[in-house]
């Protein structure tokens, strides 16, 4: 997530998606392959990455900031008792 920080996840997600879908068609419409199909392959990197942060990553460390938070506040507990 330190890569990226101006944009949020989810814009980047479109961006990444969009730029791949330009790419795309920029390989069907014009002569330059070579560099389209680089393009096309470096785009589709980022927006399987950008899905799966979304998707997957930052409710992970969602839940495990609640069940770290949790953790303290047991541990509070069982000192204050």
Not at 40 to 45: A, K, Q, R
């Amino acid at each position: 997530m330190t890569r990226f920080l101006a944009i949020s996840p989810q814009s980047q997600c479109w961006l990444f998606h969009i730029a791949f879908v330009l790419n795309v068609v920029g390989m069907m419409l014009t002569d330059m392959w070579l560099p389209m199909v680089v393009g096309t392959i470096i785009t589709t990197y980022l927006s399987v990455d950008a899905w799966v942060r979304l998707r997957y990553v930052l409710p992970l460390k969602k839940e495990l900031r609640q069940v770290q938070h949790e953790l303290d506040n047991l541990r509070q507990q069982q000192r204050d008792q």
